[in-house]
């Protein structure tokens, strides 16, 4: 099993790694396309700002490598915004593998939405009925609508959508790296996954 975390200029790449290491999961941190394409499964984390990381995405031209990948790809945080159609931070054009959009909080609650929140609504294959009322790590001011691709929800002020999924694309608003025994549930499950396109 191959596992490629992408390498590009976000801020949880090593929390990431360091959480499959504890599972025990060889992985590689890479940005040279022939790798992340031969990987079995492909993680797209991010912490960081939309537009500044979106620029730099087109300019390594991994903008059309994430696209195209056949691959189950698990996209963290900012990953899961930039896959989404396009983001209010920054008025910047994502992705588009989820045609959603990333709105910011307008809610009259403390933002960033930061700490610990339950996951509802959980739904197969990526989460799994069990995780229901489970408590995970999030950290975001903007947040993904819940559309049929929702995998999961929690609510702060609003329902958003704490979790994505359609075809071989999985995505994730909270920090499973962060989440203790749940998240590594979650990291366990997707690398578990068998589905390509």
């Keep these: 099993m191959k596992i490629a975390i992408i390498k590009y200029n976000a801020g949880n790449i090593k929390s990431v790694s360091n959480a499959l290491g504890r ?17 079995d499964k492909v993680i797209f984390p991010g912490v960081g700002e939309a537009s500044t990381t979106m620029a730099y995405l087109k300019n390594k031209k991994l903008d059309i490598l994430i696209r195209e990948l056949k691959q189950p790809v698990l996209g963290i945080c900012l990953g ?4 989404c159609s396009h983001s ?4 910047t054009p994502c992705l ?9 909080f ?3 609650l403390k933002i960033p939405h ?15 009925n069990s995780l229901e009322g489970e408590y995970v790590y ?24 704490a979790a994505l999924q359609k075809d071989n694309f999985f995505a994730t608003q909270f920090h499973p790296e962060k ?5 590594e549930r979650i990291l366990k499950r997707f690398v578990d996954i068998e589905v390509r396109v």
């Design 114 to 128: 930061m700490g610990w929140n339950s996951l509802h609504e959980t739904r197969l294959p990526f989460m799994e």
């Design 88 to 91: 209010e931070e920054g008025d």
């Design 179 to 183: 989440s203790g025994a749940v998240g």
């Design 96 to 104: 588009g593998i989820f045609d959603l959009p990333v709105k910011k």
């Design 106 to 108: 307008m809610v009259d």
């Design 23 to 39: 599972l025990g999961i060889e992985h590689a941190i890479t940005d040279k396309p022939d790798e992340i394409i031969a990987a």
């Design 80 to 83: 899961m915004q930039l896959m």
């Design 138 to 161: 999030f950290v975001h001011s903007y947040y993904v609508p819940v559309a049929n691709e929702t995998a999961a929800l929690t609510h702060y002020g609003i329902p958003f959508s």
